[in-house]
Nanobody
Framework: QVHLVESGGGVVQPGGSLRLSCVAD????????MSWFRQDPGKARLLVAT???????YYVDSVQDRFTISRDNVKNAIYLRMNSLKPDDTAMYYC?????WGQGTQVTVSS
């Protein structure tokens, strides 16, 4: 059975940084396209960043050059390093492995 567990969210001031983690169980993260999504209450869940099985990465324009997605096959985890955070980055962040989802971790950017 596949499980994804996110952690690392919290409250941070504008301009600050956070690193989200997603630990996988039941499959190898290196064999799936892995992604981070985010969702505001009442709105659609939107893609933030993706890392393919070959290590190719993709970022939406709004986080390009501020966020970095990475993968650790030994720890069977993926990460999202978020720098220069803005209030607009406030959302619930979800780890995704194709059809599988984690429970989410809240990120709040506020002064």
């Amino acid at each position: 059975q596949v499980h994804l567990v996110e952690s690392g969210g919290g409250v941070v001031q504008p301009g600050g940084s956070l690193r989200l983690s997603c630990v996988a169980d039941g499959f190898a993260v290196g064999t799936y396209r892995m992604s981070w999504f985010r969702q505001d209450p009442g709105k659609a869940r939107l893609l933030v960043a993706t890392i393919g099985t070959a290590g190719t990465t993709y970022y939406v324009d709004s986080v390009q050059d501020r966020f970095t997605i990475s993968r650790d096959n030994v720890k069977n985890a993926i990460y999202l390093r978020m720098n220069s955070l803005k209030p607009d980055d406030t959302a619930m962040y979800y780890c995704n492995a194709e059809e599988h989802w984690g429970q989410g971790t809240q990120v709040t950017v506020s002064s």
